[in-house]
Structure formats: C-alpha cells, structure tokens
C-alpha cells in the first residue's frame, strides 16, 4: 500500500514568517502535486513536479521534487494571513492520486 | 482552466434514503473521475476510480453497493449513496482528468449530513 506522509500536520505562524511543508514516501511516484484547499471548497492545484531534483517557484511559494522521487516539500516566505488553508501533497501513480494527511496552515495577522 | 462542476453543494437526508451526487467536466472530457471522502480537518480518501463505460474501481474498504458509482459519459460521473446512514455523513470530492493527462481537477465538494 502507498502511503505519503506530510508534516507537520497542524502549523501556526505570524505574519512574515517563512515555512517548510514536507512530504514523504517510501514510494516512488511518477508526479507529486501540491494542493491547497480552504474549508468547504475542492483542492485547488497549486504545482505539479515530474523530474527528480526538479524546483518549481510560485511567486512566494517554492517546490522541491527529491531526487528519488519520493519526497517533496514546500517552502513559503514571508507568509501572509490569505496563505492559510489546508495544503495537500498528491502522488501519482499507475492510475491514481493518493494523498498524504494534509498541512493545516493558520498565518496570524 | 478546466472546470468541473459537482452538484450538489450540500444535502441533508433523513437516515435510510438514497443520495445521487454529480460530477461533470464541463470544457473537457474526463475519461477517468475519481470519487474522494474527506473528513472534517483530515484529508481525502480515495473511494473509487470511474471509467467512461466500465465499471468502477473501489477502494479497499469501500462498500461498493453502498456507493454506486455510474460514469455513462465521458463528462458525467455520478456517485448515489444507498440507504445512507449518519456515519457517512462526510464531504465528497469528485475529480476528473483529461485522458491520460495527469492533472486532476477537482469539483467544488458536497457536504453531505444524514439525520
């Protein structure tokens, strides 16, 4: 069975502060994508890594895909109050989308 | 980008009926939809995988004749809970991928509560 892991699981910082978000495996995926995801609504992809040792940048937001492909993680500076969410990792693999347990962020004004 | 739309938003049932949910592809065609339960506060869980004209395929654990899982076109899946009871209240997530694209995009949930 695959799993991916992310930690940490709950997180609350001040306004300004930078943040890592890590995800895991012991698996090897084809892709790991990152989601964010506010209360009520669907996940809203933010970043899709392919190539292992690949970083991707999203305006504040950098992504790193491990070399092995098993891991990744997700780096935010300078975190603002609308960054809060729920951030998800998502692994591809074969046919299918699995998720790790999600990163509860809360960014205090 | 691509939209999918799922319907509907929320639902309150009375213990014991049946409730369809939909998911549509609204610009694109989706010849794979998947179906995800997501608890308060905690990630989602893959339930099942649904491919245009096949049958679907469950996850471990999940009641395949409790979630009826019906994906007629290539831009409508839908998902029916059958004789739903309060422990299945949960918010449900469809999402749909173009062809062999990897990129899933995903409805907007439906949160479901079962008196």
């Known amino acids: 069975t695959q799993l991916l892991e992310q930690s940490p699981q709950f997180l609350s910082i001040q306004e300004g502060e930078n943040l890592t978000v890590y995800c895991n495996s012991s698996s090897v995926f084809s892709s790991l994508q990152w989601y964010r995801q506010e209360p009520g609504e669907g996940p809203v992809l933010l970043v899709t890594?392919?190539?292992?040792?690949e970083v991707k940048k999203l305006k504040r937001l950098t992504f790193q895909f491990g070399d092995a492909r098993k891991d990744s993680s997700l780096h935010i500076t300078a975190a603002q109050p609308g960054d809060t969410g729920l951030y998800l990792c998502g692994g591809t693999s074969y046919d299918k989308v699995i998720f790790g347990p999600g990163t509860s962020l809360s960014v205090i004004p | 980008g691509a939209v999918v739309s799922q319907h509907p938003s929320w639902v309150i049932c009375k213990s014991g009926t049946s409730v369809k949910i939909e998911c549509r592809s609204l610009?694109?065609?989706?010849?794979?939809m998947f179906w995800y339960r997501q608890f308060p506060k905690q990630s989602l869980m893959l339930m099942a995988t649904s491919n245009e004209g096949s049958k679907a395929t469950y996850e471990q654990g999940v009641e395949k004749d409790k979630f009826l899982i019906n994906h007629a076109s290539l831009t409508l899946s839908t998902l029916t809970v059958t004789s739903a009871h309060p422990e299945d209240s949960s918010f449900y997530i469809c999402s749909a991928r173009p062809g062999h694209n990897e990129k899933l995009f995903f409805g907007s949930g439906t949160q479901l509560s079962v008196l």
């Open positions: 890594v392919v190539t292992g040792g």
């Open positions: 610009d694109f065609q989706a010849t794979t």
